[in-house]
């Protein structure tokens, strides 16, 4: 949105802040706690359209050659309202549509990947977020990351079409030593860049400019409003 706001007043300030998120409480999911088996995600709510159009995508489109190249794979759904907006998908095998679960953790752990390439997206993704909190490996498209510098193949797999999506999915559930060097590098991005710290220190920069031009002003001679011609 920056780019559209510079290009509508180019004289305005603007500042971007990052989505802020305690890395707290996300912990970091072990290897001893993290599944070992090729199970592919979507979580999220499936009545917000980002996540509901991940989910369609990945059923329709990706998910039938990632299971010819993987055999033993499988796909786990979860989010409000989950099996009601895609009940057309209950019947797939080897695939499981949770709906509206309290308590979200267990289902990062069963994740061997996110795969989340929304049709179009609206801001940060809270549960990309969420999955680099936890140590989930990641790939989705840069709708997915919008708002964050991930780098392909370093702190997530970002890619665009079908073919290069599913090629970084086969590649990270069959290879145990991309996925925690990746899961590694999301964590610390998360980290880095909407932790506390980082997401306090600019708007408290914002609150400095401030202050600083307003203190510009006061220092300014005053205008005598009372002088000059008459009207």
């Given at each position: 949105?920056?780019?559209?706001?510079?290009?509508?007043?180019?004289?305005?300030?603007?500042?971007?802040?990052?989505?802020?998120?305690?890395?707290?409480?996300?912990?970091?999911?072990?290897?001893?706690?993290?599944?070992?088996?090729?199970?592919?995600?979507?979580?999220?709510?499936?009545?917000?359209?980002?996540?509901?159009?991940?989910?369609?995508?990945?059923?329709?489109?990706l998910w039938p050659e990632i299971k010819r190249r993987i055999p033993n794979a499988r796909v786990q759904i979860v989010g409000w309202q989950a099996r009601s907006a895609l009940k057309e998908f209950l019947e797939m095998p080897d695939v499981t549509v949770e709906e509206d679960v309290q308590d979200i953790r267990p289902y990062f752990e069963r994740t061997g990947l996110m795969l989340y390439a929304p049709g179009r997206g609206s801001g940060i993704k809270i549960k990309i977020l969420e999955s680099f909190g936890f140590g989930v490996p990641v790939v989705t498209t840069s709708e997915g990351v919008e708002g964050l510098p991930a780098v392909d193949g370093v702190h997530a797999g970002v890619c665009e079409d079908d073919a290069g999506l599913i090629d970084r999915a086969v590649a990270l559930l069959t290879d145990p030593v991309r996925q925690n060097r990746q899961?590694?590098?999301?964590?610390?991005?998360?980290?880095?860049?909407?932790?506390?710290?980082?997401?306090?220190?600019?708007?408290?920069?914002i609150y400095a400019g401030m202050h600083n031009g307003v203190a510009e002003l006061l220092a300014m001679e005053p205008i005598n409003l009372t002088e000059g011609p008459a009207i």
């Open positions: 949105m920056a780019k559209g706001v510079r290009w509508t007043n180019p004289r305005a300030a603007v500042h971007v802040v990052p989505l802020g998120i305690d890395p707290s409480l996300y912990p970091y999911i072990s290897d001893d706690r993290r599944t070992a088996q090729p199970v592919v995600s979507v979580i999220g709510s499936m009545n917000w359209y980002p996540s509901h159009s991940a989910a369609v995508r990945l059923l329709t489109r899961r590694a590098a999301g964590r610390a991005l998360l980290e880095s860049h909407c932790g506390p710290k980082p997401t306090v220190d600019a708007i408290e920069r």
